[in-house]
């Protein structure tokens, strides 16, 4: 009997210890979690805010300056464009195709 | 006095020495103990367990609720999760509004600490003086705002400083990188993120989003330990797509903001509608403003003018009249009218050209904006009539934008119409429209006789627009003869031979007005504009132009506003990629070389 009951009682103990253990790592777990979802969206907002830097950067207004000022660029007329007609199936997939 | 009493005190500790005895032989354990003694020290302890046990099932059993959220309240924590505001993009899915997190800076005066020399750097990163920064930090001892919404880079130097009472809030800002060209359309948000102008305000509901909640354990340090309960994810608001092409619309501020700088104008508007689906391409307004950096702002950079002011329409009502002339079969396009001497008298009023023109066919009316002509032509209808085909063009009705501060203009019930006031209707005058609704009503001559339904968004993801109905006004046959009419006023001979574009046939109508000042007219004050639209043969698009108070001399529509109209529709057509109708000299050079042989 005493025998069992000191069985028992090793058993007790490590399962309460390797309880412990088990809550501990789901801290260290649940804290990195957390910090791995801040980086995300930290990440997200940079992300977003280059984005809109890019266009910034990108409006016609400054690539227009640009084009003309340091490329010496003009706008097309009519008069110096080319047209080209498309062959019919390609007109057409092009028509459908999707933009840029 | 002294000596007795030290005589006493011996004699008392003599005695005392004398009758000494042990405890257990003490008298006092010998006297009886009444039994009601020990019977309430039970009680008393019977009573203060019982107290004990009644407390411990008021708190563990009775009040458990309230016990339990008190201590939540201790350590759970609930934090924001601010959703983000959606974006706002032109028709290609370029950004023109988007939000990007700009920190909040703010301190507890009370709590700050920090050498004079780091709060000078502090001062310095938030741009303000230090003895501001010191007035701003005596304001309140709790809390106070340092600044708004400073740049992501700023808030970090700011943190890197360490100063204890400084903290920093999330929050976000809008950025609008088509700046001004774009202002009026897009709008703006305030420092709370609430659109007030514009497309922000008119989406408010759909570009806010939802924030989320989640409840959270935290330690010590205020670090997240764990979650409880169910968190609410943030709902990010939706992206708005507009039909908007930011290239025309740039292209469209860019030409109306010089047209009003080379005539010394107070301001111009252009409108540039897609004839074939409705949507609008571009509407831009000088002077405008830059929507992220609003201080010092004045209602004239503020106003949409192309949508909130009206003004009377002058010459543009003429292609109308003609139109109904020709469509209810009292004329014909080669119809002679007399309108020499240039003048008539109608109810004691007299209605002037500028120049006595004499035989004109209905076509030549309005290629010359004839108003004798076209007084002629309406009086031949009944009011109800004019009053039908105006309203059914638009005119006194507010154009079904969804956009705020749109108004509808004037026209007023017929039933109270007097001659002269129908006869001064035929050429524009007593009757009021928005440069947009007189762009609007004349898709009725672009796009067959129907005027079609307007829109500024267009769904993000949607394949190219098809062609819409619309309400059917005029015959086909009618306005395809209207449209002759207006190109042959882009000729030769006609009011705007400035509009031609070179590579496509244009057709239009230039109008000239005297600005109204109180009850009466101003003298030299004139509102020049020019609506039209091209390719001739099948339009494309609609453009309309308006210029405030021309003062560099030239005043008519022709001269002042037909320029800008053949510039933006140059541009918009090259960029919808649209072939030119008319011959051009081409100015490409390519010889005839022969061929290097090739040797082998």
Redesign the interface.
């Known amino acids: 009997m005493t025998r069992l009951n000191l069985l028992l009682l090793l058993v007790l103990i490590a399962s309460s210890l390797y309880l412990v253990r088990v809550s501990y790592e789901a801290?260290r777990l649940?804290?990195e979690l957390?910090r791995a979802q801040s980086e995300e969206r930290a990440l997200d907002?940079d992300s977003?805010?280059l984005?809109?830097e890019l266009?910034?950067q990108a409006?016609?207004?400054r690539v227009?300056r640009t084009a003309r000022e340091r490329l010496a660029m003009r706008?097309?007329?009519?008069?110096?464009?080319?047209?080209v007609e498309l062959p019919k199936q390609a007109a057409s997939s092009a028509?459908t195709g999707t933009?840029p | 006095m002294n000596g007795a009493a030290q005589k006493n005190g011996a004699k008392a500790r003599a005695n005392a020495s004398v009758r000494s005895f042990n405890y257990s032989t003490s008298p006092l354990l010998a006297a009886p103990t009444p039994p009601w003694r020990s019977k309430l020290l039970v009680a008393l302890v019977g009573l203060g367990f019982a107290l004990l046990l009644g407390r411990a099932v008021y708190v563990q059993i009775l009040d458990a609720p309230f016990f339990l959220k008190q201590g939540e309240i201790r350590y759970g924590h609930t934090i924001e999760l601010p959703a983000?505001r959606g974006r706002i993009v032109d028709r290609?899915g370029?950004?023109l509004a988007?939000?990007?997190?700009a920190p909040s800076i703010w301190a507890i005066p009370r709590d700050l600490e920090g050498d004079a020399a780091s709060r000078a750097r502090l001062a310095t990163l938030l741009g303000m003086t230090s003895a501001a920064l010191e007035s701003r930090l005596k304001d309140n001892p709790n809390f106070v705002w340092l600044r708004r919404q400073v740049d992501?880079p700023v808030a970090k130097a700011v943190r890197a400083l360490g100063i204890k009472g400084i903290h920093e809030v999330r929050e976000y800002k809008r950025?609008y990188?088509?700046?001004e060209?774009a202002a009026h359309v897009v709008g703006f948000t305030n420092v709370e993120d609430r659109g007030q102008e514009g497309i922000e305000l008119a989406f408010q509901k759909q570009l806010a989003g939802r924030d989320g909640t989640r409840r959270v354990i935290k330690d010590r340090l205020g670090?997240?330990?764990?979650?409880v309960g169910d968190s609410i994810a943030p709902v990010a608001g939706e992206d708005i797509g507009l039909a908007i092409d930011?290239?025309v619309q740039?292209?469209a501020y860019?030409r109306i903001r010089d047209a009003v700088a080379a005539n010394k104008a107070k301001a111009g508007s252009v409108v540039v509608l897609d004839a074939q689906t409705g949507e609008v391409l571009a509407l831009a307004n000088f002077p405008s403003y830059a929507p992220a950096d609003r201080r010092n702002l004045t209602g004239a950079q503020l106003r949409n003018r192309a949508l909130t002011d009206t003004f009377e329409p002058g010459s543009t009502m003429k292609p109308f009249v003609a139109a109904w002339a020709l469509e209810s079969g009292r004329v014909t396009p080669t119809t002679v009218i007399q309108t020499a001497p240039g003048k008539m008298t109608l109810t004691g009023s007299t209605i002037t050209d500028s120049h006595p023109h004499g035989n004109l066919t209905v076509t030549e009316v309005i290629q010359k904006s004839s108003n004798v002509g076209a007084v002629k032509m309406a009086m031949t209808f009944t009011p109800r009539e004019m009053w039908e085909l105006y309203s059914a063009v638009g005119f006194g009705q507010k154009p079904q934008l969804g956009f705020p501060g749109v108004v509808a203009g004037r026209l007023r019930p017929y039933k109270s119409w007097r001659p002269i006031e129908q006869a001064t209707m035929s050429y524009g005058y007593g009757l009021s429209a928005s440069l947009f609704q007189i762009a609007h009503a004349y898709t009725v001559f672009a796009h067959d006789g129907e005027l079609i339904p307007v829109t500024l968004t267009r769904p993000l993801g949607s394949a190219?627009a098809t062609p819409v109905a619309g309400i059917r006004v005029l015959s086909p046959k009618t306005a395809a003869a209207v449209r002759d009419m207006l190109h042959l006023a882009t000729l030769p001979g006609g009011t705007a031979p400035k509009a031609q574009v070179?590579?496509?046939s244009v057709g239009g109508k230039s109008g000239t007005a005297y600005k109204q000042e109180g009850a009466s007219y101003a003298t030299k004050k004139y509102r020049s504009w020019f609506v039209g639209m091209a390719p001739i043969a099948h339009p494309r698009i609609v453009v309309a132009v308006m210029v405030d108070e021309p003062s560099a001399g030239k005043y008519f529509g022709g001269d002042v506003a037909a320029p800008v109209f053949s510039e933006v529709v140059?541009?918009t057509l090259?960029m919808m990629g649209v072939?030119?109708d008319l011959d051009?000299?081409?100015?490409?050079v390519s010889r005839e070389m022969p061929a290097e042989e090739e040797s082998f």
Not at chain 2, 98 to 101: E, F, K, M, N, Q
Not at chain 2, 223 to 227: A, G, L, N, T
Not at chain 2, 584 to 588: D, G, M, S
């Open positions: 801290r649940f804290a957390d907002h977003e805010r984005k809109t266009r910034s409006t016609p207004l227009e706008a097309a007329t009519p008069a110096v464009t080319q047209y028509a933009t | 983000s290609n370029l950004i988007a939000s990007v997190p992501d950025k990188p088509e700046g060209a670090r997240v330990v764990e979650d930011s290239k740039f292209f860019q190219a070179m590579g496509y140059q541009q090259r072939q030119p051009v000299k081409p100015q490409i």
